[in-house]
């Protein structure tokens, strides 16, 4: 296998020749420079701010600030925790209000009660307020009559109860 000449430019006479220069020659003082195709092929070296904006290649990212941030906004927190505490607070005074109304009705059925109580007349029957058995007279005996109730509650797993009487 034989190895491939080398290039010399002198067998090229194109190559030696520099390029004819063409178009407007811009100093490189009016801004940042930028490589431009031309319309009928090649390059050419234009100032930035010839090429249309659309045309420009992209302002490279910025790069990104790493350091590590809070897993949640402190003001964020600082909201739902007002909410929260809002919540219970109203939850709270609830409870309160429920007690007190519950407080008012008790109090109100005691007084029902009491005021029953006194108005209500007095046995007038002998022996009714001894407690026990109560003689009963029919002619001329005496009968005494005792009743008696029972109940049975049998309680079984998951609730389930049984009343007997």
Not at 15 to 38: C, S
Not at 48 to 71: C, F, G, K, M, V
Not at 127 to 136: D, I
Request: hydrophobic residues 40%; without cysteine; aromatic residues 4%.
């Amino acid at each position: 296998m034989t190895m491939p000449t080398p290039y010399r430019p002198t067998e090229y006479p194109m190559a030696a020749q520099p390029a004819p220069v063409e178009g407007q020659i811009v100093p490189a003082a009016d801004g940042p420079m930028v490589w431009a195709a031309q319309p009928g092929g090649g390059w050419v070296v234009t100032p930035r701010s010839a090429i249309p904006a659309h045309l420009l290649p992209p302002e490279p990212t910025p790069a990104r600030d790493l350091t590590p941030q809070p897993l949640i906004d402190p003001r964020a927190q600082v909201l739902a925790a007002g909410g929260v505490g809002v919540g219970v607070a109203g939850w709270g005074l609830g409870q309160v209000l429920t007690a007190m109304a519950g407080m008012g009705a008790a109090a109100v059925g005691a007084l029902a009660l009491l005021i029953l109580a006194v108005r209500m007349p007095a046995p007038r029957r002998p022996g009714a307020n001894a407690g026990g058995q109560q003689p009963q007279q029919r002619g001329g005996d005496t009968y005494y009559v005792t009743n008696s109730t029972t109940v049975t509650n049998n309680v079984r797993p998951f609730g389930r109860n049984t009343t007997n009487l």
